[in-house]
T-cell receptor, first 120, second 108 residues
């Protein structure tokens, strides 16, 4: 099962600045996912990051605002650009991998601990 | 449209009482459904999935395609079950869509 590390775990940023969040996985994975969890809300998928190609963004999210890098099969970054207070959220990295209870045909989603971003 | 709904934002039960957390979904394909749990100060983790038909920590969930539901049940709630529970749907593109979540509070 995959172990995911996210950095930073939290940050307080000034509006208008940008923050890059790093996601490191202890195994090679094809697809990595970035989610946002706004206060009191559920998880919303921002984009899917594939190695060697551009990220695929969900409706309502654009590359200029949330540029993503995926330089290899174990690492990805998400940048929150030109931040405003509305961007205050928890940002989570996720991968799919075989879990302890899964056989080779089944995978489950694993999550990082999240990055709690506050924009002031 | 692909959607997951959980009608209860907050559910409180007494210890030893039965628990049912409701989940309904909307998906045109063959659904793959999960329950994820987030305990206080821990990361989100998989609780169970419908295709495994397993019981984890006393919880079970049955997929009802007729009612498009995947309710989570436990006959006797424990204090350690207090957590945030998310119902989730995996789509054909390997994306996982989450419901809004239900906060379960088990009263001692």
């Amino acid at each position: 099962s995959a172990v995911i590390s996210q950095k930073p775990s939290r940050d307080i940023c000034q509006r208008g600045t940008s923050l890059t969040i790093q996601c490191q996985v202890d195994s090679q994975v094809t697809m990595m996912f970035w989610y946002r969890q706004q206060p009191g809300q559920s998880l919303t998928l921002i984009a899917t990051a594939n190695q060697g190609s551009e990220a695929t963004y969900e409706s309502g999210f654009v590359i200029d605002k949330f540029p993503i890098s995926r330089p290899n099969l174990t690492f990805s970054t998400l940048t929150v650009s030109n931040m405003s207070p509305e961007d205050s959220s928890i940002y989570l990295c996720s991968v799919r991998d075989r879990g302890r209870r899964s056989n080779i045909m089944n995978t489950e989603a694993f999550f990082g601990q999240g990055t709690r971003l506050t924009v002031v | 449209a692909q959607r997951v709904t959980q009608p209860e934002k907050l559910l409180s039960v007494f210890k030893g009482a039965p628990v049912e957390l409701k989940c309904n979904y909307s998906y045109s394909g063959s659904p793959e459904l999960f329950w994820y749990v987030q305990y206080s100060r821990q990361r989100l983790q998989l609780l169970l999935r419908h295709i495994s038909r397993e019981s984890i920590k006393g919880f079970t969930a049955d997929l009802n395609k007729g009612e498009t539901s995947f309710h989570l049940k436990k006959p006797f709630a424990q204090e350690e079950d207090s957590a945030m529970y998310y119902c989730a749907l995996r789509t054909s593109y390997d994306k996982v869509i989450f419901g809004p979540g239900t906060s379960l509070s088990v009263i001692p």
